[in-house]
């Protein structure tokens, strides 16, 4: 995959690492998964602080990576945009996500498989990827 960035590349890995390690974490301990939703929801504190950390992470990711230059640009992008979405979310609504994630709860160990996929696969367009005009042009 040619990209115009190099920072689309390292976006793209360091995501995808984090997919991967919060997809083995899902593997190895599907139940503190339980166990971390249960602490997540009695403590509005908690709640509102990631949703401020989830936001500013998205807010800052679209700002600095808002390329929609190739396929691998735009998914980076989308990336932050979500994360702003889901921050904003936990900020304003946390009571609508935590249902929603009380209930993937069930497929535990298939989120953690897809995210293990999805974060190789985004960790090798990072790591595979070309950046520079020559490559496209």
């Known amino acids: 995959m040619n990209t115009l960035s190099p920072l689309t590349l390292y976006l793209a890995q360091a995501i995808g690492l984090y997919m991967i390690l919060a997809g083995l974490s899902g593997l190895a301990k599907p139940d503190r998964w339980r166990q971390m939703m249960d602490e997540f929801a009695a403590s509005a504190a908690l709640t509102m602080m990631t949703g401020v ?29 979500i994360a702003l979405i889901e921050g904003a979310l936990f900020m304003v609504v946390p009571h609508l996500l935590l249902r929603i994630g009380f209930w993937s709860l069930r497929f535990t160990r298939i989120w953690a498989i897809v995210s293990i996929l999805l974060g190789i696969l985004l960790g090798f367009a990072g790591l595979t990827g070309t950046a520079g005009y020559h490559d496209i042009v």
């Open 53 to 81: 950390v989830v936001f500013a992470l998205g807010v800052t990711l679209v700002y600095v990576h808002g390329f929609l230059t190739d396929p691998l640009a735009i998914l980076v992008t989308a990336v932050g945009w």
